[in-house]
């Protein structure tokens, strides 16, 4: 399949992308999370060219080692200015967006920002956030929750970058079994994010979202997490897997209601998987991605 490489340059770094499908076609622009790679898009992207669609493939800023500097920012707000860029390089004025994890939540803060822009948002793994409003209501859910997400206190530690990266990434495989305990990857399948995280820049680039997102008393990041809070207005897909061993699913599930989305808002799922569902289960997330466009596109 044909693939334009794409180089954007912003804030004194060089960004990636790859692009496929024909430029006349409906643009639908996939986000990657942590720890990961674009790849994981790898056997989703064809279906959805296949179907109709123009793809871009976007590396997340600190992702790749031209993208890594010790004074840029790594976090919502620049990930999000950064999407806004290769949108206005590619002269798009409208299109769908589908995130997974850190993704997920750039997603939700573009939609915040740029909502006249998109046809439709699709969330892999992590709830609507906006949902969180309704905390009292779900607050049985949390503690649950809190403990599966304690490893983002580790990512605020100066070691996490070294724990991150030593011995090809191992720790980084952890992650990935204990997220999609039901899913046996193969060395291929793991390839790529092993060679990305092994490299302690990349590793510490990446742990610095975490660290802004939770940086408020800075207020590029106060103002991100306020856009990441606010309702999502267009139409909405939520999927994660049942087996996700990094969110709780009850929690996702209490989230994603229709009640809470004036323009609409689909929550599925899937059986048999973990977090890393459009890896695990690529077809059947491709056709849920693609029901989702084709009832939105107007």
């Known amino acids: ?18 692009v496929y499908g024909d430029p006349t076609h409906p643009l639908v622009v996939l986000l ?20 109709g669609y123009q793809v871009l493939v976007p590396w997340l800023r600190g992702y790749t080692s031209d993208s890594v500097h010790a004074d840029a920012h790594y976090g919502l707000a620049s990930a999000t200015a950064d999407l806004h860029a290769w949108l206005e390089k590619l002269g798009v004025q409208k299109f769908h967006l589908v995130g997974h994890d850190w993704g997920a939540a750039i997603a939700m803060t573009y939609s915040s ?33 809190l ?22 990434a191992d720790f ?10 039901t899913w046996v990857f193969t060395e291929a399948d793991f390839a790529a994010t092993g060679q990305v995280f092994s490299q302690p820049q990349i590793a510490w680039a990446a742990t610095r979202y975490y660290r802004n997102l939770f940086a408020i008393h800075h207020s590029i990041n106060f103002k991100a ?15 994660a897997g049942l087996d996700d061993g ?21 929550s599925i799922h899937l ?12 077809q059947r997330v491709a056709e849920l991605l693609l029901e989702h466009f084709q009832q939105t596109t107007v």
């Open 1 to 18: 399949m044909k693939v334009d490489q794409l180089v954007l340059q912003r804030d004194g770094l060089t960004l990636h992308a790859n």
């Open 32 to 51: 990657h999370g942590f720890p990961d790679t674009p790849h994981c898009w790898d056997k989703v992207y064809p279906i959805l060219v296949n179907a």
């Open 113 to 145: 920002q740029y909502t006249a822009s998109l046809y439709s948002v699709s969330l892999l793994a992590v709830p609507p956030i906006p949902a969180l409003k309704n905390i009292l209501v779900n607050l049985k859910y949390f503690p649950k929750q």
């Open 147 to 168: 403990y599966m997400s304690s490893y983002m206190l580790l990512m605020q530690s100066n070691f996490a970058k070294k724990l991150l990266s030593q011995n090809e």
């Open 172 to 181: 980084v495989t952890k992650i990935w079994k204990k997220w999609s305990p």
């Open 225 to 239: 997490n306020q856009h990441l809070l606010s309702q999502i207005k267009v139409p909405t897909l939520a999927l």
């Open 246 to 266: 990094c969110m709780n699913i009850q929690l996702h599930q209490a989230l994603a209601q229709p009640d809470h989305f004036p323009q609409g808002l689909r």
């Open 271 to 282: 059986s048999n998987c973990g977090h890393f569902l459009q890896a695990e289960q690529p």
